[in-house]
């Protein structure tokens, strides 16, 4: 798995997605921002079009957003059976498999992209492309939120919930993420930093949200 970074993430959440979902798919009980964040781009974005849940997970995110009121919503991750467990938690909501490094989505097909730490296995020298598959999927005036942990350290994992892995999660700097945001051609509405909430809830690092749209 280590010759290939994208293969060994794909295959240590392949391994760890149902342990993953029992621990994380009820997490937004107890992330009062979290559901506000949400709850805005929502009203921002209702009834402009489809909406996808970038490294979706087991679909709590998308869920949240369809029961706020948005009428289509869909998932992608790389994991297929995270898809799997997503599908079976959330029935109603279309998931699917997929790349953020190459999205494989027509231009401009999208009303909105919400990427909850989607980008947390994903090396900075690799967030120009990914941050450009979303600019090219989104239609003018969609929007953008994306969330990550902030700081700079590079924390490399061999066990996740009980299951052996072999991945990276990387942190970044605001600053820094909204740079790239900007260069791949959106426009910056709005970045929010919170702290973390008790250590029983979240691992223990600060937050960064940035709101963008693809401008008209």
């Not at 995110?61 to 790389?78: E, K, P, T």
């Not at 898809?83 to 490094?101: H, K, S, T, Y």
């Not at 003018?140 to 924390?155: V, W, Y």
Request: hydrophobic share 45%.
């Amino acid at each position: 798995m280590k010759d290939d970074p994208t293969q060994a993430v794909r295959e240590s959440y392949d391994r760890v997605a149902a342990e993953y979902a029992e621990h994380y798919y009820h997490e937004l009980l107890h992330k009062p921002v979290d559901r506000e964040l949400l709850a805005r781009f929502a009203a921002q974005i209702k009834d402009c079009g489809e909406v996808c849940d970038m490294g979706c997970g087991p679909g709590h995110v998308a869920r949240y957003l369809q029961d706020a009121g948005l009428a289509r919503v869909s998932g992608l991750d790389l994991s297929p059976r995270m898809v799997e467990q997503a599908e079976r938690l959330n029935p109603d909501i279309a998931f699917r498999v997929g790349d953020m490094l190459d999205l494989r989505l027509a231009d401009g097909s999208l009303a909105g992209v919400v990427a909850f730490y989607a980008i947390v296995n994903i090396p900075r020298n690799q967030l120009p492309t990914v941050f450009g598959e979303m600019w090219r999927v989104l239609q003018p005036g969609g929007r953008l939120l994306l969330s990550f942990h902030i700081g700079d350290e590079t924390i490399h994992c061999d066990e996740l919930l009980g299951q052996a892995v072999a991945m990276d999660f990387f942190m970044f700097q605001p600053a820094d993420i909204a740079k790239l945001i900007e260069t791949a051609g959106f426009a910056l509405d709005d970045v929010i930093v919170r702290g973390s909430y008790a250590p029983e809830v979240e691992y223990q690092s600060r937050r960064a949200y940035v709101f963008a749209r693809k401008p008209c």
